[in-house]
């Protein structure tokens, strides 16, 4: 027995195989401290070979937590989290106290594993999470650091509830400036999906959007050139100030980032005469990327970029790729 506090001392596997469900549920329920540690060491050691055995003691686990009758808020978060990972519909009921437990004074860990726990849910019930959208994002801006797991959140019910979210966009803003390398791909997901409710009333996001469609990381400046493009589709006039910034994602080495920057400035295109980035769209249509070229021709023909008709003429005539011929043929019939 180590009682100099070095290697601590493992509890016997035998308390796993001999998972006894009404004695856990009792014990914590139970007045007895110790007794009610000794059964959530033993839901903690169960959880992850077999999570199904656990799922009765989710009311528990939440009761505890909202009450505060432990100090161990880690365990029950993980296990929460680990539970709704196994059947969100038995989470479900008990989403209402969990969320309320995402407190400024909850520690960093137990908070991410919460939001671990709702998102679970979300992928499966999301119409169980979406009511208490103002307190999630009271909750995220009550933390000192932003929470990925929060913002995927967020991102996951904006796929079902892309509206409800606009209350979120000043905590989605706020990732792109912080810390966009860790949730902002998802936040820029989750924005795109909101604007294009015509729900969103103000822009002033669109600043931190921008400064990201350069960064080095692709998926990150792909889903900027593309929010961008969404809030192009509803409101150009927020966007056209950044015309340059985006005309120079046209010449980037990445086809991926190149087919983006060109539906985007394909949608500003019918608004503003930058006759500069009509020219370079079309110089898109001689890419060596298919899904470039394709790209170009869907913009060129949302733009009204007519000096590209002979080039789209003969792009549906002659592309190798179907997709850029039919896109270009749509594209020629629009001009």
């Known amino acids: 027995m180590d009682s100099d506090g070095g290697m601590p001392i493992e509890r016997s596997t035998d308390a796993v195989a001999s998972f006894e469900l009404p004695t856990i549920l009792a014990r914590l329920d139970g007045d007895d401290p110790a007794s009610r540690k000794d059964a959530l060491e033993t839901v903690r050691e169960t959880v992850d070979t077999r999570p199904d055995a656990c799922l009765p003691t989710v009311p528990k686990l939440r009761k505890l ?12 978060a993980y296990c929460l989290a680990e539970l709704a990972r196994e059947s969100p ?45 103002d307190e999630l994002v009271g909750a995220l801006e009550d ?18 509830y892309p509206g409800e979210i606009t209350p979120a ?92 920057a060109a539906v985007t400035i394909g949608r500003l295109a019918a608004d503003t005469n930058e006759v500069q980035a009509q020219r370079r769209l079309i110089e898109l249509l001689s890419d060596d990327h298919a899904q470039v070229r394709a790209n170009a021709c869907t913009a060129i023909g949302y733009g009204q970029v007519g000096t590209a008709r002979n080039t789209l003429e003969n792009l549906a005539d002659g592309d190798p790729n179907p997709a850029v011929r039919e896109r270009a043929a749509w594209a020629s019939a629009q001009l």
């Open 65 to 76: 937590l909202e009450t505060g009758s432990t100090d161990d808020e880690e365990s029950i």
């Open 169 to 260: 966009l000043p905590v989605l803003r706020e990732v792109l400036r912080v810390a966009p390398q860790h949730g902002g791909v998802s936040a820029l997901t989750a924005i795109g999906r909101a604007v294009r409710t015509d729900t969103v009333s103000t822009f002033a996001f669109v600043d931190d959007v921008v400064s990201v469609v350069d960064h080095d990381d692709p998926p990150l400046r792909n889903n900027a050139l593309a929010c961008l493009g969404d809030v192009a589709a509803v409101t150009p006039s927020a966007v056209e100030p950044y015309d340059s910034a985006i005309a120079t994602a046209l010449e980037s080495d990445d086809p991926n980032t190149r087919a983006n």
């Open 143 to 160: 933390r000192a650091q932003i929470d990925r797991w929060g913002v995927e959140l967020l991102a996951e019910l904006s796929k079902e």
């Open 89 to 133: 519909d038995d989470v479900a009921p008990s989403v209402p106290g969990i969320q309320s437990c995402l407190t400024a004074t909850l520690s960093q860990q137990a908070t991410r594993d919460l939001f671990r726990c709702l998102h679970a849910v979300a992928e499966a019930r999301p119409d169980t999470v979406i009511d208490h959208i």
